[in-house]
């Protein structure tokens, strides 16, 4: 965005010698940090005077009182929001990934590596990773600690990406952290391209303004997720207390690699030395590179299934109650308000996590009971709608679909199901189907608003080879495949049974249903 060309311009140095990282950081450490803010505010056409001018000190303030500082009005506020936005989105898009965490090493050690003022859990995989952080923020926040979680992709605004105590930040605070790595980011932009590097990708832009705020508000634990893979992941700068593995499956190939050796490999890079590792049940050629790699650097491997086990899973009002059985305890008839076995599975994830945060003791009933029950997964086996009965999940790759295949046999009730799927043109769109197709009906194809979407027609081919043709529909509109699905799951033959739409195959898809269907 050309209202932020001065970033870059504040960067440059006097000369055209390269210089070191240790240099830049020297160099930003001697620098009027405030002074060069009000600059990039002013050019920015939103001039912040008082950071400035009246000599007030505002490091102690918090992030929304920062921010209310500076833009006293929510229009300002709003319109300062939308400016910042625009400005990470036309960085590089976290699908095209850098596979590299030295720019962000680099922006966090001229911060003063914020990162190490709080005590983290990271967490990677290929499905799951939302659902469990989520779990695992609502146990530390049932213990009394305030709580810093950062998740991807967002559902429906960029802010949920960046949540404190299960709440995402306000423009305010958006605004305020942004502000405060704005010129850091500047200079380890112009460093890299100055070594013939990109500029700092979206996501890593995000990575390092969550770790900042968390450090700002401040926090006392961050659950992170990690974009995608491990080792080279932005977020692998944080040296976490424990390591969650959910289930590592098939999935972005082109950057993770085609084996599952190779995923695996990349995703143990979070294990850190000395640290606890909380694994879901994996595959024996993904285990051993998990327990190599903890006995490479001296962590506690717990694996469900060997250290760690779900007991029972029934079928209960608005969820499912689990027995959880870790090295410290047997937790009995624990509810959960979510859906599918896959998500008891979670739970089990969550709980030795949390168990292991607290240094491996058995954690108060009480503890357990609160922080489950105030679990929420949006966009993950969510009911948005009850007559008709309207499901919204997020699976867009083949593990997902089998989950998610599973939890509506076992979850509900539903006599018939019709589907509205659409996907990215990266995914495989073939076995996913597969995986659905013994569950649904009738399907419709629709689009989504993204440039990575995969075209609906060519989605739709692909539906027909694996449901047969008369079971596919097209509509491009969500407003008219939503109610086309309805139309064809109340064709239902038996006047007893109970008709089910569900619309999957996207985060992105499901953010947009989410939003057409509840407002």
Same mark, same amino acid.
């Given at each position: 965005?050309?209202?932020?060309?001065?970033?870059?311009?504040?960067?440059?140095?006097?000369?055209?010698?390269?210089?070191?990282?240790?240099?830049?950081?020297?160099?930003?450490?001697?620098?009027?940090?405030?002074?060069?803010?009000?600059?990039?505010?002013e050019a920015a056409h939103m001039a912040a005077p008082n950071l400035v001018e009246s000599g007030e000190d505002t490091s102690e303030n918090d992030l929304d009182e920062e921010a209310t500082h500076l833009y006293p009005t929510a229009d300002e506020t709003e319109a300062v929001y939308h400016a910042i936005e625009r400005e990470i989105l036309s960085r590089m898009p976290e699908h095209k990934v850098q596979p590299s965490i030295e720019r962000v090493q680099l922006a966090m050690h001229i911060l003063g590596d914020p990162q190490n003022l709080y005590r983290s859990v990271h967490l990677t995989g290929t499905n799951g990773k939302t659902s469990t952080a989520r779990m695992i923020s609502a146990l530390l926040r049932a213990s009394g600690r305030k709580v810093g979680r950062f998740t991807s992709p967002h559902l429906t605004t960029m802010r949920e990406r960046i949540s404190v105590n299960d709440e995402p930040i306000s423009q305010a605070q958006f605004v305020a952290a942004y502000?405060?790595?704005?010129?850091?980011?500047?200079?380890?932009?112009?460093?890299?391209?100055? +070594?013939?590097?990109?500029?700092? +990708?979206?996501?890593?832009? !995000?990575?390092?303004?969550?770790?900042?705020?968390?450090?700002?508000?401040?926090?006392?634990?961050?659950?992170?997720?990690?974009g995608m893979g491990g080792k080279w992941d932005a977020t692998n700068v944080i040296n976490a207390d424990v390591a969650v593995i959910t289930p590592i499956a098939h999935d972005h190939e082109k950057w993770l690699g085609s084996t599952l050796a190779e995923i695996a490999t990349e995703k143990a890079g979070i294990i850190k030395p000395g640290s606890f590792v909380i694994s879901a049940k994996q595959t024996p050629q993904v285990l051993e590179i998990l327990r190599d790699r903890a006995n490479e650097v001296g962590a506690v491997l717990r694996v469900v299934g060997e250290d760690l086990h779900l007991v029972s899973s029934q079928l209960g009002v608005g969820g499912q109650v689990v027995s959880i059985q870790t090295p410290a305890a047997l937790y009995n008839d624990i509810f959960i308000p979510l859906f599918g076995k896959h998500q008891g599975e979670n739970a089990v994830l969550a709980l030795a996590a949390f168990e292991a945060f607290n240094g491996g003791r058995e954690v108060e009933p009480?503890?357990?009971?609160?922080?489950?029950?105030?679990?929420?997964?949006?966009?993950? !086996?969510?009911?948005?709608?009850?007559?008709?009965?309207?499901?919204?999940?997020?699976?867009?790759?083949?593990?997902?679909?089998?989950?998610?295949?599973?939890? !509506?046999?076992?979850?509900?009730?539903?006599?018939?199901?019709?589907?509205?799927?659409?996907?990215m043109a990266d995914k495989n769109v073939e076995a996913t189907l597969a995986e659905l197709e013994p569950v649904v009906g009738d399907i419709v194809i629709t689009s989504m608003d993204t440039p990575r979407a995969m075209d609906t027609e060519e989605i739709a081919q692909i539906a027909r080879d694996v449901f047969g043709e008369d079971r596919v529909f097209v509509e491009p509109s969500l407003l008219d495949a939503v109610d086309l699905a309805v139309e064809r799951a109340e064709l239902n033959p038996d006047p007893a049974g109970s008709n089910g739409v569900v619309i999957t195959g996207s985060v992105v898809l499901a953010g947009a249903a989410r939003d057409l269907i509840k407002h």
């Open positions: 965005m050309k209202d932020f060309d001065i970033f870059h311009e504040s960067a440059n140095t006097e000369g055209d010698g390269e210089r070191t990282p240790e240099q830049v950081v020297d160099e930003v450490m001697n620098r009027d940090v405030s002074a060069s803010l009000k600059e990039v505010m502000e405060d790595v704005a010129p850091y980011l500047a200079m380890v932009d112009e460093h890299s391209k100055r +070594s013939g590097g990109p500029a700092m +990708s979206f996501f890593e832009v !995000l990575t390092v303004m969550m770790l900042a705020a968390f450090a700002d508000v401040p926090v006392d634990a961050a659950v992170v997720e990690v009480g503890i357990v009971e609160e922080g489950f029950r105030m679990a929420t997964s949006p966009g993950r !086996l969510e009911v948005v709608r009850s007559s008709p009965s309207i499901v919204v999940d997020a699976a867009h790759n083949p593990h997902g679909a089998r989950a998610l295949a599973q939890a !509506l046999t076992e979850s509900f009730d539903y006599t018939n199901i019709a589907a509205v799927y659409s996907a």
